[in-house]
C-alpha cells in the first residue's frame, strides 16, 4: 500500500516539475531567424513587420554609423528584443521561506549582462510617470503550462536592428512555456505610436545545464573621428542603400516596406502581381577584390556562434562617407548590435 502511494505522489509531482519549471541554463538555438538575429537585417527590409508611415520614416533615416557613438557602444538591448542576439540564458527564481510561495523570476541573458525581474506577488505596475528601464517592469502568471508575462515601461528601442523603432508607450505580453527539455518564448509587442498591430515572434532555447554564462564587461571607444554633436542620419529621401534590399533579393520594392498585410502567407500571392526590381533574385555584383571568411567560435557553440571576419579590402567597398567602417546592412564586430 505504501508503494502505490509513492508511485501515485510521484506521478502527481513529476507531470508539475517538467509543465511549470524553468529555472535553470539554457542555450540559445537560432534555427529561427538566423539570419536576421546574428548577421543582421538589411537597411530597408521591413518585411513582416507591421509598421506605420512614421515608423518607417524613422527607419528610412536610420545609419548604421549610430552605433559606434560613446553612447549606443555599451546600450544594451531592450527586454522585447534582448532574447533575439547572443543570448544563452539564466533563469532563477526567489521562493519567499515561510509561505514557499514564488515571488518572483530572474533571467540573465548573456549579451550585455542583462539582467532582468518578474514578479509573481500579484503587485501591480507603477503609473506612466514611473521610471522607464531597458528591462521595464514584468508582472507573471500561470496560464496553464505557461507563464504569462506582461511587461512596461519599456524604454524606447527597436523591433529590428535595421532602424524600425519601438517608442516607450508599448506593452510587451510573452508566453514562457517548457516542454521537456526545450524552452519557448512567444513574445507579442503592442505599440500605438509605431505599430498597426501587435507583432508575434518566436524565440528557442535547450536545457544546457553545463552551460557557464561570462561576464560582458563593455568599454567605449572611439571608433570614427566626427565633429562633437554629430549625429548620423539620413534626411527624408535621401538613404541610397534602401534600394539594396530589393535589387538584390529580387522582392518588390512596395513589398519591402512592410506593413500589416506582409505579415501574413496570403501575401505572397500579392507579391506575384507586383513589378519588382527585377523577376528573379539578382546576382551578386562581381568584384576584382578577394573575400576571405574565417570562422569564429564565441563562447561555446559555433553552431549559434557564426561570425564572420571580412577582409580589410572588402570591408573598405563599405566605407561611408565619414570615413569608418560601418556596414551597410548594420552589422557590427559582433553583429548583435
Not at 30 to 51: A, N, S, T, V, W
Not at 93 to 101: C, E, G, R
Not at 254 to 259: C, E, F, H, P, Q
Not at 321 to 331: I, L, N, Q, T, V
Request: with cysteine.
Amino acid at each position: 500500500m505504501k508503494r502505490v502511494a509513492a508511485l501515485a505522489c510521484l506521478l502527481w509531482v513529476a507531470p508539475v516539475f517538467a509543465q511549470f519549471d524553468f529555472t535553470g541554463e539554457w542555450g540559445a538555438r537560432f534555427h529561427e531567424d538566423l539570419g536576421e538575429r546574428i548577421e543582421g537585417p538589411e537597411i530597408g527590409d521591413y518585411l513582416g513587420i507591421p509598421l506605420n508611415d512614421a515608423a518607417r520614416l524613422r527607419a528610412d533615416s536610420w545609419d548604421a554609423s549610430i552605433l559606434t557613438l560613446p553612447e549606443w557602444q555599451c546600450r544594451p538591448h531592450p527586454a522585447d528584443y534582448g532574447t533575439r542576439g547572443p543570448a544563452d540564458l539564466r533563469v532563477w527564481k526567489d521562493v519567499d521561506p515561510l509561505t514557499q510561495q514564488v515571488i518572483a523570476y530572474h533571467t540573465h541573458v548573456q549579451w550585455q549582462s542583462q539582467d532582468r525581474t518578474i514578479w509573481m506577488d500579484g503587485r501591480p505596475h507603477p503609473g506612466g510617470d514611473a521610471a522607464h528601464t531597458w528591462q521595464g517592469f514584468s508582472t507573471g502568471k500561470w496560464d496553464g503550462r505557461a507563464l504569462t508575462v506582461v511587461t512596461t515601461h519599456l524604454k524606447e528601442s527597436y523591433v529590428r536592428r535595421n532602424g524600425v523603432p519601438r517608442s516607450d508607450r508599448a506593452t510587451l505580453v510573452e508566453h514562457w512555456i517548457r516542454y521537456g527539455d526545450y524552452l519557448t518564448l512567444v513574445s507579442i509587442i503592442t505599440d500605438p505610436v509605431y505599430l498597426t498591430e501587435p507583432f508575434i515572434r518566436t524565440t528557442n532555447w535547450q536545457w544546457k545545464p553545463e552551460q557557464q554564462i561570462e561576464p560582458y564587461p563593455c568599454d567605449v571607444g572611439d571608433e570614427i573621428q566626427r565633429a562633437a554633436g554629430v549625429v548620423p542620419h539620413h534626411l527624408p529621401g535621401k538613404n541610397d542603400f534602401l534600394a539594396e534590399f530589393p535589387k538584390r533579393t529580387g522582392v518588390p520594392a512596395v513589398a519591402a516596406r512592410g506593413g500589416t498585410e506582409t505579415m501574413y502567407p496570403e501575401y505572397r500571392l500579392t507579391m506575384r502581381s507586383l513589378s519588382g526590381p527585377a523577376a528573379a533574385p539578382a546576382p551578386p555584383p562581381k568584384s576584382d577584390a578577394t573575400e576571405e571568411f574565417r570562422l569564429l567560435q564565441v563562447r561555446g557553440d559555433p553552431l549559434h556562434r557564426r561570425y564572420a571576419e571580412r577582409s580589410r579590402t572588402h570591408r573598405r567597398q563599405r566605407t561611408d562617407r565619414e570615413g569608418g567602417r560601418d556596414d551597410r546592412r548594420g552589422r557590427r564586430h559582433e553583429s548583435c548590435l
